[in-house]
């Protein structure tokens, strides 16, 4: 059996793209978008299909808009540690495109840096290096020689591979619940953020938040000018502020400082009175601008 598989390794040669007619590409990290997953530990296979559905949680891509490949880095505690590298597909379209320009194959996208993981962002990269199925007819002999040897072990590795998949039943079963259960988990979640960015937005459009006025106010206010009252009228993006200053040349640096601010669209200084302190009042309206 080890001289059939010999020479099935060595008939192997004959069906591979030459080396002159591949194309390997090598990118830098920035080019790559790069997330760790830590995952229980399982089969190889299922690894996979874990990937495929944690990484729509990571990737701050579209879904069906990149490709992926993914290294075993190790484990520890029951838990395996997984390094995902992404890239688009636009990208690899047009390394695509500029090998096939010089009659190339492109079979490698590797990076920089990352060599000894063998990433290879290529989907079904094994596929294209083989002779494509026009220069394969001249096989026909090989084909039918390998085909006979198949059958005649294929029957002896299929009870060897069937006895080892029915034992691997009951822990997939019990892993399928599982990740069941954690799928649900991480779509109520995904939902009660959607829910909280759609409440954040419409706030945002009709209100001037406070994360943003407060450090603006703080940040404009001269050292002899000082704030007493801020009030938001009710569902609207203007803000009153009231406060006092020493004079109005501080009350005017206050005005510019606020007008040179982005996130105002007019200031305007609505009143100003004298106190028993010989301070100046003033009251100043804030617009915030239209989304």
Known sequence: MKNIFNGLKGLSRFW?????????????????YFCQLTLPMMPAK?????????????????????????????????MQNIL???????????????????????TSVSIAGFEEQGFNLVPDAAKRKRVPM??????????????????????WCYKTVQAGRLQKVQAQ????????????????????I??????????ERERLLWSKVLPVLGSSTPENCWLTNIKQREA?????????AKSMEEVKKLLGNLQASKIFSKVTLAETNANKENNLGYKIILQGREK
């Open 16 to 32: 591979q793209l030459p080396a002159e007619k591949q194309m390997a590409v090598t990118l830098d990290e920035e080019q790559v």
């Open 46 to 78: 299922e690894v996979a299909e874990a990937v495929r559905w944690e990484l729509a949680l990571h990737v701050p891509y579209a879904e069906g808009s990149f490709y992926y490949d993914y290294k075993i880095l190790g484990n520890s505690d029951g």
């Open 84 to 106: 995902v590298a992404v890239i688009l597909k636009k990208l690899l379209a047009e390394l695509d495109e500029a090998a096939r320009a010089q009659d190339l194959v492109l």
């Open 134 to 155: 026009a220069k394969l007819y001249g096989f026909g002999t090989v084909s039918v020689v390998v085909l006979g040897v198949l059958l005649i072990s294929g029957g």
């Open 173 to 192: 079963i019990q892993n399928l619940s599982l990740w069941q259960e954690r799928y649900e988990e991480q779509e109520a979640r995904s939902q009660k």
């Open 194 to 203: 959607k829910v909280f960015s759609e409440a954040l937005q419409k706030l």
């Open 236 to 244: 609207s993006k203007f803000v009153e502020v009231y406060g006092k």
